[in-house]
């Protein structure tokens, strides 16, 4: 595909010592290089990499895959990166490859890999964090329903239907909830069904119960 052989190309014109170790691997073409790192006391810490490019990148979605081949350390295997460098987070987390490039999703494993080297040094992950994979998702998709007030909060799975857009918000403002939270609420719903939220059958039958 097009995009991302000049995607490729404009990365490698930044970063001179990777390298296209083969082109077409499954559909994806895996580059190899160096990334350079300051740790938290300025010392310098570098990693060999490897990235795996999918040919519908820069696609949203078409992430790369990244694997450390030589690390300086031991990275934590629960951490944002660890064996193999998972930068899949949930919807608010996910990266505008149209927008970054190749060059900004290398950034953004740099920042991971800093992050957990800092981990790795004190014990501690700097910065917002959520597990790998599913469990990741559920972490995102909590925190999602309690930034909501109390009232909202069951509103925020879907399944249940959104409040009457005349009714009073049931966040307990006093304005109907289409000029209250309905906005908020919806773009929540879409959210949390993107972070892999399922529409529970139990959930209806509490809403046919309630009305
Ligand atoms: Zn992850
Ligand atoms: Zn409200």
């Known amino acids: ?13 930044t970063e ?9 691997r499954g559909g994806a073409t895996r580059l190899e290089g160096p990334a ?6 300025e010392k310098e810490y570098l990693f ?13 979605g078409a992430d790369p895959e990244v694997v450390i081949l030589k690390s300086p350390m031991p990275l934590a295997e629960d951490a944002h990166v660890g064996a193999n460098v998972c930068v899949q987070m949930p919807p608010a987390h996910e990266i505008d490859y149209e927008r970054v490039g190749l060059v900004g ?33 559920k972490e995102f998709r909590e925190e999602l329903v309690a930034s909501f007030p109390v009232g909202l909060q069951r509103f925020v799975q879907p399944g249940l239907g959104m409040p009457p857009d005349n009714q009073w918000c049931p966040c307990g403002a006093e304005r109907r909830f289409r000029d209250c939270h309905k906005p908020e609420l919806k773009a929540a719903r879409a959210a949390y069904i993107e972070a892999g939220g399922r529409v529970r059958a139990v959930n209806r039958e509490r809403l046919k119960k309630k009305t």
Not at 48 to 60: E, G, I, K, N, S
Not at 110 to 121: E, G
């Open 36 to 41: 350079r790192l300051l740790g938290p006391t």
């Open 105 to 137: 999703f290398l950034q953004q494993v740099l920042i991971h890999l800093r992050r957990s080297t800092i981990q790795a040094l004190t014990g501690e992950y700097p910065g917002p964090a959520y597990a790998h994979g599913e469990a990741g998702k």
């Open 16 to 24: 001179e010592r990777w390298r296209v170790v083969q082109d077409d």
């Open 48 to 60: 060999d990499l490897r990235m795996d490019v999918p040919a519908a990148f820069p696609a949203r």
């Open 1 to 13: 595909m097009g995009r991302r052989k000049s995607e490729i190309d404009a990365f490698l014109a």
